[in-house]
């Protein structure tokens, strides 16, 4: 079945910079667009960064500059560099495949949090 396992979150002070990994399996990786959504406490969850089998990338705008997603094909994992990370970026990160368009496949999520 196919798996997503999210890596790399953890508890880092504002400005700092973290790296997260997501290493997929059980899919044929390179046809798919991936994602990183993130959800902060009592908030909706919201796409952060997409890249596709091509290797285009989009950008909320709130990370733009500060994030970087890019994706080995040879190992089946997507990265999300981040860095001048703030406190409003503490969340739940999931990564996510899509074919469609529309996220098929989650992660279980790996938690960022950004001390101020």
């Known amino acids: 079945q196919v798996q997503l396992v999210e890596s790399g979150g953890g508890l880092v002070q504002a400005g700092g910079s973290l790296r997260l990994s997501c290493a997929a399996s059980?899919?044929?990786?390179?046809?798919?667009?991936m994602a990183w959504y993130r959800q902060a406490p009592g908030k909706e969850r919201e796409s952060v960064a997409s890249?596709?089998?091509?290797?285009?990338?989009t950008y909320t705008d709130s990370v733009k500059v500060r994030f970087a997603i890019s994706r080995d094909n040879a190992i089946n994992t997507v990265y999300l560099q981040m860095k001048s990370l703030k406190f409003e970026d503490t969340a739940v990160y999931y990564c996510?495949?899509?074919?469609?368009?529309?996220?098929?496949?989650w992660g279980q999520g790996t938690q960022v949090t950004v001390s101020s």
């Open positions: 996510a495949a899509s074919r469609t368009g529309r996220p098929e496949y």
């Open positions: 059980g899919l044929t990786f390179s046809n798919y667009a």
């Open positions: 890249i596709n089998s091509g290797g285009g990338t």
